[in-house]
């Protein structure tokens, strides 16, 4: 149990539609990071955000985008879904100053058809 | 870039057998290195880290060495159970930022 929890836990859209998916970090965490886990392969950072700004991004094209709120609360927004995003989404939340600790949620599994 | 390679599976072994994973990695600098293990149906969970040359990460019977030389953190445990069955991942975090850089994952299955 890492105190991380993502919501929902599957979903199911189409081609060309738009997602939400969520993370509760633990409380104090001020920093969440996003992952991408496509089936058999290890998890591909997507970016990061701290105090509710970005902080750095991975080789993801700007329909993924994200938020962090003041509740420790955050999202993963992606547009224009292609069948290529469909993988399981991870995100993971830090204290700053402890960057080798992070605790990742049960991840959330999206399927584009 | 930063990248990791780890041994490609799947691995499957009898209940107290001794296990290892290979991992290396390519990092400037001096990057923090780790070992998560996925169980089915989960997220990732944190099993070791080492954060410089020579040290040496634990937890529940597995260790790995953080070797400069060989650029290699291999994971070992010398006798593993039916429950360590799960997808091991060896990871790095490079330089100021947070960003970890993981391998494809191994596929452990323990008979018993």
């Known amino acids: 149990e890492t105190g991380v929890t993502q919501s929902p836990t599957h979903l199911i859209k189409t081609r060309g539609q738009q997602v939400t998916l969520r993370c509760s970090s633990q409380s104090g965490h001020n920093t969440v990071s996003w992952y991408q886990q496509a089936l058999g392969q290890g998890p591909q950072f997507i970016f990061q955000y701290y105090r509710e700004e970005e902080n750095g991004r991975g080789n993801f094209p700007p329909r993924f985008s994200g938020l962090q709120f003041p509740n420790y609360s955050s999202e993963l927004n992606v547009n224009a879904l292609e069948l290529d995003d469909s993988a399981l989404y991870l995100c993971?939340?830090?204290?700053?100053?402890?960057?080798?600790?992070?605790?990742f949620g049960p991840g959330t599994r999206l399927t584009v058809l | 870039g930063n990248s990791v390679t780890q041994m490609e599976g799947p691995v499957t072994l009898s209940e107290e057998a001794f296990l290892t994973i290979n991992c290396t990695y390519t990092?400037?600098?001096?990057?923090?290195l780790f070992w998560y293990v996925q169980y089915p149906g989960e997220g990732l969970q944190l099993l070791l880290k080492a954060t410089k040359a020579d040290d040496k990460g634990s937890n529940k019977g597995f260790e790995a060495t953080y070797r400069k030389e060989t650029t290699s953190f291999h994971l070992e445990k010398g006798s593993v159970q039916v429950s360590d069955s799960a997808v091991y991942f060896c990871a790095l975090r490079g330089g100021s930022n947070y960003k970890l850089t993981f391998g494809k994952g191994t596929l452990l299955t323990v008979n018993p």
């Open positions: 990092a400037t600098g001096y990057p923090s």
């Open positions: 993971a939340s830090s204290l700053a100053g402890d960057q080798d600790t992070q605790y």
